[in-house]
Nanobody
Framework: EVQLVESGGGLVQAGGSLRLSCAASGLTFGDYEIGWFRQVPGQDHEGIACIRSSDGTSWYRDSVEGRFTISRDNAKNTVILQMDSLKPEDTALYSC?????????????????WGKGTQVTVSS
C-alpha cells in the first residue's frame, strides 16, 4: 500500500520559513512526478511545485517561485518543500502527491496517491 505522510507545518509569522517533508512508503522513488499542493476551505487545491524523481526537473507556480524550493532524496523516499518569505496568503493545508511521469511536465501529471496534508498558517 502506498502511503504519503507530510510533516513540518505550523504557525509562522510573515517573512518566516517552514520546511515541509513528504515521506513515501510502499513504493520506491524510481521514476515519478512528486507534487506539492495546497488548499484553503471552499477552494480547489492548487499545485504549487513538483519535481521528477529521476532527474530533478521541477516546476513552480508563479506565486511561489523564488520563495519556495522543492528537492528530493530518493534514498529516503522523501521530498522537501522549503518555504521562505512566507506570506499570509500562503496559509493553507499542504499535501503531497505522487503520479506517473508525463512528457508535458510534472504539473500535468494525473496524481494518483495523496497524503492527508499538514497545515501551514502564516500570521501577519
Amino acid at each position: 500500500e502506498v502511503q504519503l505522510v507530510e510533516s513540518g507545518g505550523g504557525l509562522v509569522q510573515a517573512g518566516g520559513s517552514l520546511r515541509l517533508s513528504c515521506a513515501a512508503s510502499g513504493l520506491t522513488f524510481g521514476d515519478y512526478e512528486i507534487g506539492w499542493f495546497r488548499q484553503v476551505p471552499g477552494q480547489d487545491h492548487e499545485g504549487i511545485a513538483c519535481i521528477r524523481s529521476s532527474d530533478g526537473t521541477s516546476w513552480y507556480r508563479d506565486s511561489v517561485e523564488g520563495r519556495f524550493t522543492i528537492s528530493r532524496d530518493n534514498a529516503k523516499n522523501t521530498v522537501i518543500l522549503q518555504m521562505d518569505s512566507l506570506k499570509p496568503e500562503d496559509t493553507a493545508l499542504y499535501s503531497c502527491a505522487i503520479g506517473p511521469i508525463v512528457t508535458a511536465g510534472c504539473e500535468t501529471s494525473p496524481y494518483a496517491y495523496w497524503g492527508k496534508g499538514t497545515q501551514v498558517t502564516v500570521s501577519s
